[in-house]
């Protein structure tokens, strides 16, 4: 299988055009786990061959111990007690742990091809030094004992979460860090992201038999196991039983255990199924009804995302909220049923954005969490419409607030390093979800679709970055985007496009000012008094090209970014004419509304169709501007007669 799995690799690279220049490592790990449930203890045998598909030669290698982040003044520890907006789940509680519930993983010896090795703990990372150089295509065997203990659950991992799992398992194992065309990749583990070798895990588990264990990967022996798995009589009279998992395919592993568990399986006839392991209790209902709303949202991400290529697909009641994983996500389950087909819904999409195409999160994670949020936020606007009436309107007000403070940051600061947990989130989750969407505006949503499916197509079980994606959407739209992801992931310039004046003295015009500091197309609704409507579309010279716009829509020059102004000459006189509106559509994160909507006041009276509720033509005025005064609106914008 692995070197089946090789070849795969190879022949995807080459048909892709990417074998001259993109190469990745390839790891697969085979793991024997002895679990001590008493003591919340555990010893590893862990047997890792390693292919070194880079062009150089390795002298070293690193590896994660992220348990033992959980100690009373680790890098975690500090960074949660010293950062401007704590996450509330750490705070000072690794600061109070005991010492029989920190986290603990140490590595007792560690072989290279037979041959013995130094190494040097060094908190979460292990660095190890090779006897042996590893060639340019080199084979490397690495075999390791190791031992660790489960910390009390504070953030993703651990023992006993608060709604009374015994063992969410993430994060546990002695993983090899990556190395890239950027070199290695040995962060140390501070609450953040991760970054993973594409691979395999065969790991077997040994364990109190009264457990039901959960975990990436399928079930090899679920004939010897039962616990849900299969139907089979099984020897009831085991202490302990060995359950086999095996995964192709993935960076990870991930795996629950609680004597408790429910395990109920959702057939879906179209794949994957469904495991569903819970606590029963109030919300077992909730539980019970989950199983059609993931059969559509997996029905629509395979459609427009791309087609999900594992068996099944494991929710499992564990962590502390929601937490993705290969084939599987930890999530609390005390949940509405809104709220968990909410988090599954998110964190299903995941196996796309980071479980699929696995860019380093660390560096582009709004790559995954933006990604991960715009398609969630369309599949939950499908599930439930009535509490969506704008896909991604929250995400956009989300940005809009942090671009007006002071804390916004570059969504290419790594993600250990922002200054607060605020820009952070908001980076990650709000503005990666605005960066795709916005693309619509730019290209149009039909080459945004067209983007996504290549993109999944061509970069999945690989490590895509932002150039990639980007290359995928210029060639789906013709149009040179180099601009817009220079600007929105490098800088924080904001965009502010604005109606300065509208004159009637001659021809009808209106002046539009460039008030912030990133260019933008911009189009312009112009609603006539008879109900009409009318739209011009300007580009940005920057694009080098234009979206398709409707037949009725009338496209004018483009407009050079070094231009403050922009002149319109409409073709009705201003009798004729109601309002005029910038960025009708949406779809644009212009961070001023006030400037972009004008009343055209000849003719009309003011407090008949004042702003707050009596405006003749509602839907046309967003929420935004509820409650905006008339006065406020006319000072904003100079009307020559």
């Not at 024997?32 to 203890?41: A, G, L, P, T, Y």
């Not at 290698?61 to 509330?88: C, E, W």
């Not at 109900?531 to 579309?537: C, N, P, R």
Request: negative net charge; proline residues 4%.
């Amino acid at each position: 299988m692995k070197s089946v799995f090789s070849i795969l690799l190879f022949l995807s690279f080459y048909i892709n055009g990417y074998c001259q220049s993109y190469w990745q490592q390839e790891a697969h790990y085979q793991m024997d786990i002895n679990f001590d449930s008493e003591n919340h203890r555990f010893d590893g045998d862990q047997e890792l061959t390693f292919i070194n598909h880079s062009p150089d030669t390795l002298k070293k290698v690193f590896y994660h111990l992220y348990f033992n982040a959980f100690q009373p003044g680790s890098m975690m520890d500090i960074r949660s007690r010293t950062i401007l907006d704590a996450d509330k789940r750490v705070g000072d509680r690794i600061s109070k742990l005991k010492e029989n519930e920190v986290g603990k993983q140490q590595i007792i010896s560690l072989k290279h091809n037979d041959v013995s090795l130094k190494f040097v703990h060094d908190r979460t990372i292990l660095e190890v030094f090779l006897e042996n150089q590893i060639l340019p295509g080199d084979t490397a065997i690495f075999s390791m004992k190791f031992k660790a203990q489960v910390p009390v659950q504070i953030r993703r991992s651990g023992r006993m979460n608060k709604e009374g799992i015994d063992y969410s398992m993430s994060q546990w194992y002695p993983k090899m860090c990556e190395y890239d065309s950027d070199g290695w990749h040995t962060n140390p583990y501070v609450g953040r992201e991760f970054y993973g070798i594409w691979g395999s895990f065969e790991v077997n588990i040994n364990m109190d038999a009264s457990y039901t264990i959960a975990a990436t990967g399928v079930l090899q022996n679920p004939e010897e196991i039962g616990h849900g798995y299969s139907n089979t009589n099984v020897d009831t009279t085991l202490n302990r039983l060995t359950w086999k998992f095996k995964a192709d395919k993935v960076h990870d592993f991930v795996w629950a255990a609680d004597p408790e568990y429910t395990h109920d399986i959702v057939v879906n006839d179209n794949g994957p199924d469904f495991h569903l392991f819970y606590l029963k209790g109030e919300k077992t209902k909730e539980w019970e009804n989950l199983g059609p709303y993931m059969i559509e949202t997996f029905a629509y991400a395979d459609k427009n995302f791309g087609k999900y290529p594992y068996p099944h697909y494991s929710i499992i009641q564990g962590g502390d909220g929601g937490m993705e994983y290969p084939m599987a996500t930890l999530i609390t389950g005390h949940r509405k049923l809104k709220s968990l087909v909410g988090v599954c819904v998110h964190e299903a999409m995941h196996s796309w954005y980071q479980g699929m195409l696995a860019t380093n999160e660390s560096i582009f994670a709004w790559m995954d969490e933006g990604f991960t949020s715009y398609a969630s936020n369309r599949i939950e606007k499908k599930l439930f419409p009535e509490d969506w009436p704008d896909t991604h309107e929250s995400s956009y007000k989300g940005y809009k607030r942090i671009a007006k403070s002071k804390y916004e940051e570059p969504l290419c600061t790594h993600a250990d390093h922002f200054n607060t947990n605020w820009a952070y989130g908001t980076a990650s989750y709000s503005k990666g979800v605005v960066i795709l969407d916005q693309l619509s505006h730019i290209v149009g949503q039909e080459a945004v679709d067209r983007s996504l499916l290549r993109y999944f197509k061509e970069w999945r079980f690989k490590h895509p970055n932002a150039s990639n994606f980007k290359r995928i959407v210029e060639r789906e739209s013709g149009i040179e985007l180099d601009w817009y992801f220079d600007y929105f992931i490098n800088t924080t310039k904001t965009i502010d496009y604005a109606i300065s004046e509208f004159s009637s003295t001659k021809n009808e015009s209106i002046i539009l000012l460039n008030k912030g500091e990133m260019p933008m197309p911009i189009e312009i609704e112009v609603i006539l008094t008879n109900g009409d409507h009318l739209m011009y579309y300007i580009p940005t010279v920057l694009m080098r090209g234009e979206k398709e716009i409707e037949a009725t829509s009338i496209q004018l020059d483009d407009w050079a970014w070094t231009n403050p102004t922009y002149s319109i000459f409409l073709k009705h006189k201003a009798s004729e004419i109601f309002s005029i509106n910038l960025h009708p559509k949406g779809s644009i994160a212009d961070v001023e509304l006030l400037n972009d909507y004008l009343i055209i006041p000849t003719k009309w009276n003011w407090e008949k169709y004042d702003l707050k509720l009596k405006i003749a033509d509602k839907k046309y005025i967003t929420g935004f501007f509820a409650g905006v005064r008339k006065e406020k609106v006319r000072s904003l914008i100079k009307i020559k007669k």
